[in-house]
């Protein structure tokens, strides 16, 4: 195992201000794959083809791009990859995760930004229909010199994004780690315990079923309503997050990394790989290695 760490951003988000706004005309990306604790709102113009890493989702983006990201462990970042514009236009917001107090978020007219913050911590992309609506309210907070209303815009602005039901989450929440909603429940808790400790093994509908005192039948329809989707992609998705991870983190050989995940052969794990995620596991490792930055 490589014991390696991701370049951390130091923000110049003050603790005494409650967000930073930085807006940016550029030619090309050149920040490295880099972790930080601020939540971000980044905002990407004029630069399709470009190539977004967010934990382990690699896709090539449009020329309008917005993606929220509230995981201090959730790598990131933007590659040049196709995108051929010089001329990118780039508003990156940056806040504390406590800007919003637990106790707030959870007063009525705040829940739907706290789901928002939840699914963030995947990393979201949102619709068309929603990039429209936000982007002249972004270009609008850019002048805005009155920090108070500058404050009430952003919260416009989250509320706005929290109501988009097309929103995509990004990263799979194997690889993230991250703490979701979905901790709270537990019986899900547990069988996603189960799961991580288990996926390099067969794993049974039934005997998972039976581990929680479960019918198939209602365990599969708990599923789908935890995690839209079935047991089986569920379990594929735990088992790409944990190759995904071996992929950036060891120098085991793909066929070993396959087979540890639970795959029973090469051409199975890379045929379901390149499916959810776009690219090979061998494309993905170097898409990784070529970007990241140790420190």
């Not at 990131?76 to 406590?98: L, P, V, Y």
């Not at 509320?159 to 537990?186: C, P």
Request: hydrophobic letters at 35%; proline letters at 2%.
């Amino acid at each position: 195992m490589i014991n390696t760490e991701l370049f951390k951003e130091v923000s110049p988000l003050s603790a005494k201000d409650c967000f930073i706004l930085i807006e940016r005309q550029k030619s090309n990306f050149n920040f490295p794959i880099h972790v930080h604790p601020e939540f971000e709102l980044n905002y990407i113009e004029n630069a399709k083809g470009a190539q977004r890493i967010v934990g382990d989702s690699i896709e090539e983006i449009e020329d309008e791009e917005l993606v929220l990201i509230t995981n201090p462990r959730l790598e990131h970042a933007w590659m040049d990859h196709h995108n051929q514009s010089k001329d990118i236009h780039e508003i990156t917001i940056q806040f504390h995760s406590d800007l919003l107090k637990e106790e707030f978020l959870n007063k009525n007219q705040l829940i739907s930004i706290q789901q928002l913050f939840i699914h963030a911590e995947k990393g979201v992309t949102f619709s068309r229909e929603t990039i429209i609506k936000i982007r002249p309210l972004l270009k609008i907070l850019t002048c805005e010199n009155d920090s108070f209303y500058s404050l009430i815009k952003l919260m416009i602005i989250l509320h706005e994004l929290s109501i988009d039901k097309n929103m995509r989450e990004l990263s799979s929440g194997s690889f993230s780690q991250a703490a979701t909603s979905e901790s709270n429940n537990v019986k899900l808790n547990k069988i996603i315990e189960y799961i991580h400790q288990h996926y390099s093994d067969t794993i049974r509908l039934a005997d998972v079923a039976d581990m929680v005192h479960m019918s198939e039948a209602s365990f599969c329809r708990f599923i789908k309503q935890h995690t839209s989707k079935s047991f089986i992609d569920f379990l594929t998705d735990i088992r790409l997050g944990g190759a995904s991870r071996a992929l950036i983190d060891s120098t085991q050989s793909i066929a070993e990394i396959g087979y540890s995940c639970g795959f029973n052969n090469l051409s199975n794990f890379n045929r379901i790989f390149k499916k959810k995620k776009g690219v090979t596991p061998s494309e993905f490792r170097d898409n990784y290695r070529k970007n990241k930055t140790i420190v």
